[in-house]
C-alpha cells in the first residue's frame, strides 16, 4: 500500500505576553503613563527611552481552537497536499470535533 503526506492548518488563538520597563520618577507616574495607551498595545508606544521593550513570548497553553463563525465567516482549518494544494476546509463544517 501506497502513502500519501498532506498537512493541515488550524487558526487559533492564544495570549502573549511582553515584558516591559518604563522609566518615570514614581510607580504612580509609570501607572499614569500605561492607563494614557487606554488598553492599547504597549508596542505602539516603545520608543527605546522611556518605554522599552525587555522580552517576549507567546503563551501557547493558552491556544483555543476558533470557529468559522469567529472568524467572520472564514475557515479555521484548512487541508493541503504536499505540493500545498488546498484539498478542503471547515467553512461548511456543522459538526465540531469532541478531541480540540
Do not use: H
Not at 17 to 26: H, L, N, V, W, Y
Not at 62 to 68: G, L, V
Request: net charge negative; charged share 30%; with cysteine.
Amino acid at each position: 500500500m501506497k502513502t500519501f503526506d498532506f498537512y493541515q492548518d488550524r487558526k487559533v488563538t492564544c495570549w502573549e505576553r511582553t515584558q516591559f520597563s518604563i522609566e518615570a520618577e514614581s510607580y504612580k507616574e509609570a501607572l499614569e503613563i500605561i492607563k494614557s495607551w487606554g488598553g492599547e498595545d504597549v508596542l505602539c508606544f516603545e520608543d527605546d527611552k522611556q518605554i522599552m521593550v525587555t522580552d517576549g513570548e507567546t503563551l501557547y497553553e493558552t491556544s483555543e481552537a476558533i470557529s468559522p463563525i469567529d472568524n467572520g465567516g472564514r475557515p479555521t482549518i484548512e487541508v493541503f497536499d504536499s505540493t500545498g494544494n488546498k484539498i478542503t476546509d471547515n467553512v461548511l463544517q456543522t459538526k465540531s470535533c469532541k478531541n480540540i
